[in-house]
């Protein structure tokens, strides 16, 4: 989602006025509706700024990215709610119903999950809320994929980009086969939200196979990302920048193969190489 901004542009030595779409931000208030001892509660749960479109995706994606629900078929609803508001017209609320309360994780749900658009993880309340939930490591071997598929899969992520093309101002994360071949891809403002779009979506869709898959983010990987893909089981993620040092201990830790820096003819390996074919 884009709106069309009066921006003054210096090109060839001088200014022009000129208009330029940008990329909308709105911030999301997140609710959490369950059952427990006998009545009914809601709980405000995260404010997110975030691209419209595809909020529920969102939502399902942050919940069952955070754990906050094992299954993503214990949500049963996800809805909009309350006034349209600003310029845009936009729900700027959601809440999310769970039908399965007996597996809702309450010590997350009291957690402060104040977030932005920049960086999920440096709004939480401690950290204490870094603490990894996983316990089984991702396959050591698999997914195997070749360095032209490393290589190409960051410009297929940003020519399948539907707002970049017109922004140039919106992260993407895509869910790709072994082979190269784009299966999913979501964009947002913050680049912890695509990735909870993506995922989101595809668990819906049914389409995480871990052995056979892997995910490319655009921008820098950070220890939520990795985090988030990791719950997927998908043991291979790939970015265009470069990642943090708590993305490349916690990728180590739990067997991902974590790439970044990929360039057209260069990238680098920062954990497990033993899933790239270099033949």
Known sequence: MNSKYKVLKFISNKFDNVDDLI?????????LKFYEENKWITKNLSITMRTPGNDKDLVRGFLFNEQIVENIKDIESIESYGERVGQYHIQNKILATLNNSKNVNISKIKRDFLTNSSCGVCGKSSLDALEIIKKDKTDPKEPKISKEVIISSPNILKT????????????ASGLFDNKGELINLKEDVGRHNALDKLIGNSLIKNQIDPINQ???????????????VLMTNIG????????????????????????????????NVYTNNKKIIVN
């Open 23 to 31: 990329s909308i931000e709105e911030p999301l208030e997140i609710s």
């Open 214 to 228: 892997f995910i490319t983010c655009s921008g820098r990987l950070n220890f939520e990302l990795v985090q988030k």
């Open 236 to 267: 291979l993620m790939i970015g265009v920048g470069a990642p943090t040092s708590l993305a490349i201990d916690l990728a180590n830790k739990f067997d991902m193969t974590l790439i970044g820096f990929v360039k057209k003819d260069s990238f």
């Open 160 to 171: 399948n980009q539907s707002e970049f093309v017109k922004t140039g101002g919106i992260h």
